[in-house]
């Protein structure tokens, strides 16, 4: 089957302060396709989140190729574009939209939101007024709105308090297992073998390893581990 998404050689660079580049992503190619989901692994600071953002278009590589099947990606933020001022309602509406959510299903879905959001008391207030825990609900409910057909998740499985980490863990577990396209990065190696199809392990900016589950986090391990 052919992928609907494909990269190949693909570097990032950003500028450094003082002068210079520093290359977050050096050689970086993978492959997805249709309804399975795709694990990253690496230590901290080598490029994965640098190579969500390139897969989601909010940067554009430096070096190397990008071929996308017409499929449309989105990587799962939290609170993007929350406004202190505004209303929980006026930022669930603002937030999901700029997360490529229309207006007509945020509005129909609205109460859904609030619901899960455990806010029904609280939904008028401003945002300012909020805990943290308050906004991280409301954040998460609205992330769930978006709807794109290449799901990226970056380490946000389980946000406000104990009960609602559950929660929420679980409606991404259950997006996971639908025949949607994910990329996933995460540190959680037992669930990546419970919730992948294929990992790619990325070290030093370069996809050194891509392939079965087992076998690819196998080594990664054995690597972190010497």
């Known amino acids: 089957m052919k992928p609907v998404l494909e990269l190949e050689h693909v570097g990032v660079a950003y500028r450094r302060r003082g002068g210079g580049r520093y290359w977050a992503l050096r050689d970086v190619s993978l492959t997805l396709h249709h309804g399975e989901t795709l694990g990253i692994v690496g230590r901290n600071g080598v490029g994965k989140t640098s190579l969500l953002k390139v897969i989601a278009g909010i940067i554009e590589p430096d070096r190397g190729r990008i071929h996308n099947a017409g499929v449309s990606a989105s990587l799962l933020s939290l609170q993007v574009g929350f406004l202190p001022l505004l209303t929980g309602r006026e930022n669930a509406i603002l937030s999901g939209m700029l997360l490529g959510a229309p207006r007509n299903r945020l509005e129909s879905n609205m109460e859904d939101m609030i619901a899960f959001a455990e806010l029904e008391d609280f939904i008028d207030e401003p945002v300012a007024s909020y805990s943290a825990g ?42 996971i297992r639908s025949n949607r396209s994910v990329i996933l990065v995460s540190h959680n190696i037992g669930m990546m073998r419970d919730l992948c199809d294929r990992v790619v392990w990325i070290e030093k900016g370069v996809s050194t390893m891509q392939g079965e589950v087992d076998e690819v986090l196998d080594a990664y391990e054995a690597s972190t581990a010497a």
């Open 134 to 175: 308050m906004r991280a609900r409301l954040g998460f409910s609205v992330a769930m709105q978006a709807d794109p057909d290449v799901l990226l998740i970056d380490e946000v499985l389980g946000v406000g308090d104990t009960a609602f980490r559950r929660k929420s863990s679980d409606e991404i577990h259950r997006r």
